[in-house]
């Protein structure tokens, strides 16, 4: 039987979609915030918006993503990029793992035939820690290129982007552009050098995004860099680069396309994020669901849910493998504009508190939760605990799932996708069934709170989540005992 959120939580969620369906012109949610100025980051603002109080709605979305390029073979392409570009010294970024197979080959030969010069880092660890990626920072700042290249999954594109960032300003301390309250959230005032991101992997959709994740271990929870300066200028998506993955990591890279795209379909509306920023400088990438991230989430959702179990099962299925690869792709441009939120601040303490779980299916030396069964291991309970706040939304999702929603009631929309997501999940196989299953017990709960409080760039996007810090420890204990097991 699949658990289910408090009661004391349930009548709380019931009650807000009473006051939504009663007001609404307003958002009962997102009442006050508080955020930074121009001032903080030492830039003078020659002109502000009139009349801007810090606590004004937002008015506005800015779409962002990299140029991309999709097909099978078009690797092939990428030393011609760089001779277009005029690059003379090129940084690639690579891990162990991918060093040695085609992919990597197939790059290599790319940059020899145009005549490009390049060197390899190959120490990225995957799921990185905040360690290893201020080894790539000083190899990078070492080398000194006019370009990057990155060739692998989400840990190797991120650890490239912060590279160049920290390349481009030598002098900057390693939390200045780390996201705030656990670093500074420094705006990226100048232009990177290009970078062009050539994913192995079919999740992250890093190769679309301003977004960096690493592991911050004074703090026992991931962390990141979110600016639009980061996006790479290129990515080049080529399904034939994916067919070395394990079915275990196909598995888990594609419920990180599945919550990408849950979380910013029903992340609350960009026109309901607060505060409005006082310079365009300062309007985060992560903004809110809008019009066109909808477009790109949705359609995510449903590549998602009809090519993830398929290119599990059957690694000869290239109809799915290619099908998982543009999911990826477009959820990244969907989330990276809207944002995530719950399942997603939940798994960054998940991860950063690892007791030793040792997921199948990944060469490393270290014990690792990978991502995408982080955000995962959440999602029935939190989409239980969202789903009042937009039901016809939750609803939606639900039917891509395969659940009937003929007669479903609007006060059972949390619950019907939960089950669904729940389902979908058990289905896949082989797959954690709550944090229990990771080395979590009930007794850990108050600690991964905590661990997900400062999670605030994405947790301000949670609807039914904008309250004071005590309500928010209450709300988040609820959910983490409700994924104990399902």
Same mark, same amino acid.
């Given at each position: ?30 009442? #006050? ?126 650890? #490239? ?181 719950l399942c997603h601040g939940l798994s960054y303490p998940i991860s950063g508190m690892n007791k030793g779980y040792q997921h199948a299916g990944y060469k490393v030396d270290h ?120």
């Amino acid at each position: 039987m699949l658990t289910k959120v408090a009661p004391t939580l349930r009548q709380r969620s019931v009650s807000l979609l009473k006051t939504i369906q009663n007001h609404s012109s307003a958002c009962p949610c997102h009442a #006050c915030s508080s955020g930074n100025s121009l001032a903080t980051y030492g830039i003078k603002a020659t002109r502000k918006l009139a009349s801007h109080s810090p606590v004004e709605k937002e008015y506005a979305f800015e779409m962002a993503a990299s140029n991309i390029r999709y097909g099978n073979g078009v690797t092939r392409e990428v030393g011609m990029d760089f001779r277009n570009l005029k690059s003379e010294r090129v940084a690639v970024f690579t891990d162990k793992n991918i060093l040695n197979l085609d992919p990597m080959k197939n790059v290599i030969a790319a940059l020899e035939s145009e005549g490009i010069k390049y060197e390899i880092y190959s120490d990225v660890r995957v799921e990185p820690k905040d360690g290893p990626v201020k080894a790539a920072i000083a190899w990078a700042k070492n080398y000194q290129a006019d370009a990057y290249l990155a060739v692998g999954g989400g840990s190797v594109m991120d650890t #490239c982007k912060i590279a160049s960032l920290y390349t481009s300003y030598p002098d900057a301390d390693f939390l200045d552009f780390v996201n705030a309250p656990i670093g500074k959230g420094r705006p990226v005032d100048k232009k990177l050098k290009p970078l062009i991101a050539v994913p192995t992997t079919a999740g992250t959709g890093s190769e679309t995004t301003g977004t960096a994740i690493f592991d911050l271990v004074s703090h026992k929870a991931k962390t990141g860099i979110a600016h639009r300066a980061l996006k790479p200028l290129l990515g080049i998506v080529d399904p034939i680069n994916t067919r070395s993955m394990p079915s275990q990591v196909k598995s888990s890279s594609g419920l990180d396309v599945l919550c990408h795209s849950l979380e910013s379909w029903t992340a609350i509306p960009y026109y309901e994020r607060v505060p409005r920023p006082t310079n365009p400088i300062l309007r985060p990438a992560y903004q809110g669901a809008n019009p066109i991230s909808d477009v790109f989430s949705f359609e995510a959702l449903k590549l998602t849910v009809k090519y993830l179990p398929r290119s599990v099962k059957d690694p000869e299925d290239t109809e799915a493998q290619e099908k998982m690869l543009l999911a990826a792709t477009l959820a990244g441009v969907g989330f990276g504009n809207a944002g995530v939120h719950l399942c997603h601040g939940l798994s960054y303490p998940i991860s950063g508190m690892n007791k030793g779980y040792q997921h199948a299916g990944y060469k490393v030396d270290h014990p690792i939760i990978p991502h995408g069964v982080s955000v995962a291991v959440t999602a029935p309970s939190v989409f239980r605990f969202t789903g009042p706040t937009n039901p016809d939304r939750h609803l939606a999702a639900a039917e891509v799932f395969g659940a009937d929603i003929s007669n479903a009631k609007v006060e059972s929309a949390g619950e019907i996708l939960g089950e669904a997501i729940a389902k979908f999940l058990v289905g896949l196989g082989d797959q954690p069934r709550g944090i229990t299953d990771l080395g979590f017990t009930k007794d850990d709960i108050p600690a991964l709170v905590e661990g997900a409080l400062p999670q605030s760039r994405v947790l301000m996007l949670a609807p039914n989540f904008q309250h004071e810090d005590a309500q928010k420890r209450e709300d988040l204990a609820n959910i983490l005992e409700a994924s104990l097991t399902y």
